[in-house]
Each structure stands twice: as structure tokens, then as C-alpha cells.
């Protein structure tokens, strides 16, 4: 897949003939220097951005050839966002925030399904206040339900802990890692090894090109390999071991411990992106 931006002569490539799949199931983290195409490729494959050339294939449907109509239904049902940004309206409680999706997609949503969805989170006895009432991180907990309620294929996170305290952070990221057992895909592009640890992989870009991939990474490993510049590792030269686990989340109801083993070469692919049709 490849995205370019701009007009004859001054023509960018933010992505350069990059191919991936992500399988059903699993956490990808994508990481990267500013510039890398990080944002790019999450809003290609989320369909909020139209690739150049190639191809995005979410199961068997193909994103690049839906209209913005359809674009616009499959974004509601089939997938969920977290952002930076909590994008909370602070005049609603945090139940009728998580309640707006549903909302959106024309459904006449059931007090279960809403109070369901922050009970994922911990947040249920939190259902009636608003976010103004709300510490950040309970604040990005009601987004993740919000994302949760239409019982997504895949999250999308965007430096989902970037404004949050490290104590929180690891919360939101236990959730994240938590919604994998579900059968739930989530991708996910950050800057902090610490959060990157708690994914089953993750992608190196640079200059719009994955340069280098790691799995069942520790934080330590990652920052290493951020601070060589995420140089391709040698075919002769595979990487050492991971432990067993990724760090656990604090013991809570609301943040899960990162499971022991993984068993995601073995699932369907749920994410496919390619110059041409990945085989799911």
C-alpha cells in the first residue's frame, strides 16, 4: 500500500509499498519517529484515509473499494477508536457517551449494553457522572467502553495513553490487551516502549517503510531497538527469546493481566495491507 500527498514535483510518500497483516485476535503496536507514516497507515486501514495504491482488506471486504456511504456504516460497526484525545462531551454522563455510537448507527440503545460496556472497564457505578467528574484516566476508560458498545472486529488507538500518568496508562493498556481474549483485534501506534510491550508485536516504521518487526516484545527490547534506529535485524541473526509475558497491568478488575502464551500465528488474518490482495 502506498499514500502520497501533494502534486507533481512536490509529491510525498507518507507510506511506500508497505504490506502487513494483522491476524484475529492479536496486538500490534506501531511505532516510529515522527514523520515514519505511523498516523498514515492507522487511518488507512481504519478507513479514514484513502490509500494511493494497494489495497486494505478488513476480512473479506475490501476498504479501498467502498464508497463513503458504506465507509462510513462499517466504521460504526465494525470498528472502534481511542484517541489521545478523550473526545467526551462534557455536557453527557458517561453512560450517554458511550451510548452515542449506537446512537449514530440508528439503533435506540439498551441501558444492558451501555452499562455492559463500562463494566469492561470498571466505570459501571460511574455510569451517571460527567467527564468534568471524572479523573483522565477514568476519562479515557469511558472512551474505551465507548469504542466497546458496537462490539468492534478492531480497535484503532492512537497514542491511546499519551495523556495519562504511567499508573493509568497501564489500566487503559491492560484493557486494550484484555479485549484480545475476546477474539478482538487491536493496533495500535505509540511512542512508549512500556506501552508497546503489552502487544504481541510491534512494527517499525521509517520514511513510510516498515524496517523492522519484533515479537512478544518487553519494554526493554524495544527501546533498544528504537535507539538503533530500528536497523533491519540480520535473516542469520533472529532475535533473543521474550519472557514469557508482557508486564502485567495493576491487579484490578478493570486491568487484566497480559496473558502467558499467545496462539496468534494460528488465528485467520482479520487485517490485510498490500500493494495487491493478501489472501485472508
Not at 502506498?2 to 502534486?7: A, C, F, L, P
Not at 455510537?101 to 466505570?123: F, I, N, S, T
Not at 475476546?182 to 508485536?201: K, L, Q, Y
Not at 502485567?248 to 502467558?260: R, T
Request: proline share 8%; charged share 20%.
Amino acid at each position: 500500500m502506498t499514500r502520497s500527498y501533494g502534486r507533481d514535483g512536490s509529491t510525498v510518500k507518507a507510506l511506500d509499498d508497505v504490506s502487513l497483516t494483522m491476524r484475529r485476535g492479536t496486538f500490534t503496536a506501531v511505532m516510529g519517529p515522527s514523520g515514519s507514516g505511523k498516523s498514515t497507515l492507522l487511518h488507512c486501514v481504519a478507513g479514514l484515509d484513502r490509500p494511493t495504491g494497494g489495497r486494505v482488506l478488513l476480512g473479506d471486504t475490501d476498504l479501498t473499494g467502498l464508497s463513503e456511504a458504506r465507509l462510513t456504516r462499517l466504521r460504526r460497526g465494525r470498528i472502534g477508536f481511542v484517541f489521545q484525545a478523550f473526545n467526551l462531551l462534557p455536557s453527557l454522563t458517561a453512560a450517554q457517551n458511550v451510548a452515542l455510537p449506537l446512537r449514530l448507527a440508528g439503533r435506540r440503545p439498551r441501558k444492558a449494553e451501555v452499562l455492559h460496556a463500562l463494566d469492561q472497564v470498571g466505570l459501571r457505578g460511574r455510569a451517571g457522572h460527567r467527564p468534568g467528574e471524572l479523573s483522565g484516566g477514568q476519562q479515557q476508560r469511558v472512551a474505551v467502553a465507548r469504542a466497546l458498545v458496537t462490539r468492534p472486529e478492531v480497535l484503532f488507538g492512537d497514542e491511546p495513553t499519551g495523556a495519562l500518568d504511567s499508573t493509568a496508562g497501564r489500566v487503559v493498556l491492560g484493557l486494550l490487551r484484555a479485549m484480545t481474549d475476546e477474539g478482538r483485534t487491536v493496533i495500535m501506534v505509540t511512542h512508549d516502549p512500556v506501552a508497546a510491550s503489552f502487544a504481541d508485536r510491534v512494527v517499525f516504521l521509517a520514511d513510510g517503510r516498515i524496517r523492522d518487526e519484533l515479537d512478544a516484545p518487553t519494554a526493554e527490547r524495544v527501546a533498544a531497538r528504537m535507539a538503533a534506529g530500528a536497523a533491519p535485524a540480520s535473516p542469520s541473526a533472529p532475535s533473543a527469546p521474550a519472557s514469557p509475558s508482557a508486564p502485567s497491568a495493576p491487579a484490578s478488575p478493570s486491568a487484566p493481566s497480559a496473558p502467558a502464551s499467545r496462539t496468534a500465528s494460528a488465528a485467520p488474518s482479520v487485517l490485510s495491507v498490500s500493494p495487491a490482495v493478501v489472501p485472508c
